[in-house]
Nanobody, 124 residues
């Protein structure tokens, strides 16, 4: 597996911003896609966003579209998640994922490697 390490989580007030990072190391990840998912206590893991590594095509869930932006630095093997206009309902553990295999980038089960997650808490 490729190793994924997230950073950048924390506590922020509603309306604020955070930037998450996910650095990939080890072997080159497969599938050409990296994604971000989140999971709040008592809820299922939820797709947030994904990006294709070569062309930079992006995909967003409706709940974050217009507020979050995913980007990647191919030289640094790092993907970023810029989160603006944060809401209390964005509170969750955010994890990045790689080694994509399948059709839909929105299905968490189509990713084979995961980071440990970083906590994002948005206070009202």
């Amino acid at each position: 597996q490729v190793q994924l390490v997230e950073s950048g989580g924390g506590l922020v007030q509603a309306g604020g911003s955070l930037r998450l990072s996910c650095a990939a190391s080890g072997r080159t990840f497969s599938g050409g896609v990296m994604g971000w998912f989140r999971q709040a206590p008592g809820k299922e893991r939820e797709f947030v966003t994904a990006i294709t590594w070569s062309g930079g095509s992006t995909f967003y869930s409706d709940s974050v579209k217009g507020r979050f932006t995913i980007s990647r630095d191919r030289a640094e093997n790092t993907v970023y998640l810029q989160m603006n206009s944060l809401k209390p309902e964005d509170t969750a553990t955010y994890s990045c994922a790689a080694d994509f295999s399948g059709i839909s980038v929105r299905r968490w089960s189509n990713y084979g490697s995961w980071g440990q997650g970083t906590q994002v808490t948005v206070s009202s």
